[in-house]
């Protein structure tokens, strides 16, 4: 069974840097399309990055580009996102999704991130 784990959150004061992890295990991360989102309350989930299963960047977030960037690490099984600059738009809670065509989509359980002074 697949799941995720995200870590990495937590309070940073505008400008500042965070870096989240997501591990992946049960499977491998190299069969997945890979993606962070985030949501604040009373909003939708939105994405910020993504990567096929291929490492691709196939979508990155105009809010958030220039700041953030997203990797993969395949011998850790695990994806991050760098975030630099960061505004307090930036707070929400984050999430790791995992997709494989004919498996399905998983979800991480979220890590907060706060930017405030």
């Known amino acids: 069974q697949v799941q995720l784990v995200e870590s990495g959150g937590g309070l940073v004061q505008p400008g500042g840097s965070l870096r989240l992890s997501c591990v992946l295990s049960?499977?491998?991360?190299?069969?997945?399309?890979m993606g962070w989102y985030r949501q604040v309350p009373g909003k939708e989930r939105e994405p910020v990055a993504i990567r096929d299963s291929d490492g691709i960047l196939t979508f990155m977030s105009e809010s958030v580009k220039g700041r953030f960037a997203m990797t993969r690490d395949t011998a850790k099984n695990s994806a991050l996102l760098q975030m630099n600059s960061l505004k307090s738009e930036d707070t929400a809670v984050y999430y790791c999704?995992?997709?494989?065509?004919?498996?399905?989509?998983?979800w991480g359980q979220g890590t907060q991130v706060t930017v405030s002074s």
């Open positions: 999704n995992a997709l494989r065509i004919g498996e399905g989509s998983y």
């Open positions: 049960g499977s491998l991360l190299r069969f997945y399309t």
